[in-house]
């Protein structure tokens, strides 16, 4: 019956029906380490110790699966738990296509830490067409994929690259942070493997570290079950609480921060003092049009350009009075930052030049405070930074 529910029921009632025992609607928070058991090699309902499976954890884990539209789910601690899970699926002398401009964790413990371990990557503009067939090499294994990207919210045509991926038998995994499943299914469009922090919009407060993975493939899940309770990044009970908590209301609260984030673009892209806006959503972005086809909204994030370099950016950051300057995204609370000397400060400056991540780029995360109130903050702010102009 569930399959057939639309995205908002299954999010409100997958893996979540009422406690047997007491009739309670909401899944309670099982804070145990372990179970007492039937009888010897009896454990009641499979579960023997909560590092390898607990009932809070199990009910998030089903529900996201059924919110991506996959056969299972996976919860980690953090999303790069969830991404380092992914990467025990290879072999020393595996070759890895990742996305040029992904979240700057994911850059660090791919190029300083996995490859540490014999896997070979190769960071590409998987944006242009035609770039992961240059970059595919014998060897490759896994094409990895951030669309949009982050900050500089570039697009990755998901279908065209898993015609490339499901040809040579190579798996393709989206991080889906940016996006969540209610503005883009990954699954759908052919990749093999869904990420997401779901620190971000899944739990959408600001209040919890969490991460996960969706699949359809029983091999992968059996691969990366066993890791799972092998390596043992696994999230507590109460954190998985949380981001079910969150993901009831994840459709309304998507609507609205894509509702705020084109009204503040479209604000952005027309004050003199700002050169460039970067916002999918928008028709000026080059991949507009793929955009609307791939996602169902356009999310909540976006960066511009400042006229006036670092010290215009810097007179923004001190300026703002209700944009919050912080790191992370996809709260409620609207959050403000300059990737070059934050979320991007682990790429080398080369490559955050090339990548056009320059000290006058801000990054927003727009979340669901009164439209008119975030206008005005960032509209007096880029005041503020007119003498850098
Ligand atoms: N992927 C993306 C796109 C992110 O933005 C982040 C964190 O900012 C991560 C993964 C890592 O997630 P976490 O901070 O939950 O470990």
Redesign the pocket.
Known sequence: MDEQWGFETKAIHSGQAPEPETGAVVVPIFQTSTYAQEALGRPRQGYEYSRTGNPTRKAYETCIAALEGGAWGLAFA????A?NNCIYLLKPGDHVVCSDDV?G??YRFFSKVAAEYGIRFDFVDLSQPGALEKALQPATRMVWV?TPT?PMLRLTDLSAISKVTQARKVLLVV?N??MSPYLQRPLSLGADLVVH????YLAGHADV???CMVGNDPTILDQMKFHQNAVGAIPGPFDCWLVMRGLKTLAVRMDRHCANAIALAKTLESHPGVARVHYPGLPSHPQHALAQQQMRGFGGMLSFEVRGGAAAAQAVLESVQLFLLAE??GGVESLIELPAIM?HASIPAERRAALGITDGLIRLSVGLESLEDLQADLTHALSEARQYA
């Open positions: 953090s999303g790069m738990a991404i979240y964790g994911t951030e982050n991080d942070t940016f922090s779901a620190t971000k570290v969490n991460g992370s995204l979320t």
